[in-house]
């Protein structure tokens, strides 16, 4: 059972920034692609972003293209998804999932692909 732990999360004004931790002590997370996810009352989980387990390759939701990025730091067992210039309609619970992808390129932003998920972070945009 692989735990992620989310942080980062908080209160920004608009046009602000964060940055989301994903992070795992038991695990290595090299061979897991890491998902991010968001979920605004009402609405239904979001896909936002993937980093591949090789690092090499992201995708993003056309909502937040050139506002965010994802890394990650295997050496710390850590993802990152780092927001820029953030909205209102950003506010959300974010969560980071992992997907058992060994060392691949592979990206997805499909929720069921995704075995292992963070217990979440709110992150509010609000002047």
């Known amino acids: 059972q692989l735990l992620l732990v989310e942080s980062g999360g908080g209160l920004v004004q608009p046009g602000g920034s964060l940055t989301l931790s994903c992070a795992t002590s038991?695990?290595?997370?090299?061979?897991?692609?890491i998902g991010w996810f968001r979920q605004a009352p009402g609405k239904e989980r979001e896909g936002v972003s993937c980093?591949?387990?090789?690092?090499?390759?992201?995708t993003y939701a056309d909502s937040v293209k050139g506002r965010f990025t994802a890394s990650r730091d295997n050496a710390k067992n850590t993802a990152y998804l780092h927001m820029n210039n953030l909205k209102p309609e950003d506010t959300a619970v974010y969560y980071c999932?992992?997907?058992?992808?060994?060392?691949?390129?592979?990206?997805?932003?499909?929720?069921?692909?995704?075995?292992?998920w963070g217990q979440g972070t709110q992150v509010t945009v609000s002047s």
């Open positions: 980093i591949s387990s090789t690092g090499t390759s992201t």
């Open positions: 038991q695990y290595t997370l090299d061979y897991y692609a």
């Open positions: 999932a992992a997907d058992l992808t060994v060392l691949s390129d592979d990206v997805d932003l499909d929720p069921q692909k995704y075995d292992y």
